[in-house]
């Protein structure tokens, strides 16, 4: 069984549609991706009142032993190609001239960033796969349960930002949207976006520490 985060754990979802959701997975016979017990590990990770930035991408990755349950992060040792992470690193460089190797993002999370997809499993292989399998109806309700305060978004690629036109109201928020980096998109916008300097640069004008990012 996939533990349901605590701190998340009231939204509508949990009890709406999870059911039909861990059903759907259940009945694919596909190997799905991230593991299970790590498939809400953004959300446990980040409670709604200690999250301060949200990156909102697509997909988890979808080789196997690549995905960790945290947009975007990779497990340690993993030994192939880097993707989006690695221009997440070369764009992190080319911002704020940090260098990082660490290929998991926990250290993110544990200060308040939410890394999250829009879809929260995949089919080995198949990117894009459970895009319709009902995590939107879960996304959406976290994106309205953060609209609360003014909050960082960091929205990459389309389906980020579709749902977040929808679900964020707060006049408050710093939006900064850019294509996925992906190494299919990242060179139509996602590099140049500078997203950590802006994004730290906004927390302190909040009153917030900035994010430490390398």
Not at 139 to 160: C, H, S, Y
Request: a positive charge; one cysteine or more.
């Amino acid at each position: 069984m996939t533990p349901v985060p605590a701190a998340w754990s009231h939204l509508p979802f949990f009890r709406d549609d999870w059911p039909k959701v861990q059903a759907a997975l259940a009945a694919d016979r596909r190997t799905i991706l991230p593991p299970e017990e790590v498939r809400f590990a953004a959300l446990e990770r980040c409670a709604p009142d200690r999250t301060r930035v949200v990156i909102l991408g697509q997909d988890p990755y979808h080789t196997p032993g690549k995905a960790d349950g945290l947009a975007f992060s990779i497990q340690p040792d993993f030994p192939g190609r880097l993707d989006s992470l690695g221009n997440i690193f070369k764009e992190l460089r080319d911002d704020l001239g940090v260098s990082r190797s660490q290929t998991a993002l926990s250290d993110w999370a544990d200060q308040g960033v939410l890394l999250l997809n829009t879809a929260l499993s995949v089919p080995e292989g198949a990117a894009k796969g459970h895009d319709q399998m009902g995590w939107s109806a879960l996304i959406a309700q976290v994106l309205a349960e953060l609209d609360t305060r003014p909050r960082a978004f960091l929205l990459w690629g389309t389906p980020a930002q579709r749902l977040a036109a929808r679900h964020l109201r707060n006049s408050g928020h710093l939006r900064i949207e850019s294509a996925h980096p992906s190494p299919l998109s990242a060179y139509r916008g996602f590099f140049g976006s500078r997203p950590f300097s802006r994004t730290n640069d906004w927390l302190v004008r909040q009153g917030e520490k900035p994010i430490r990012w390398g």
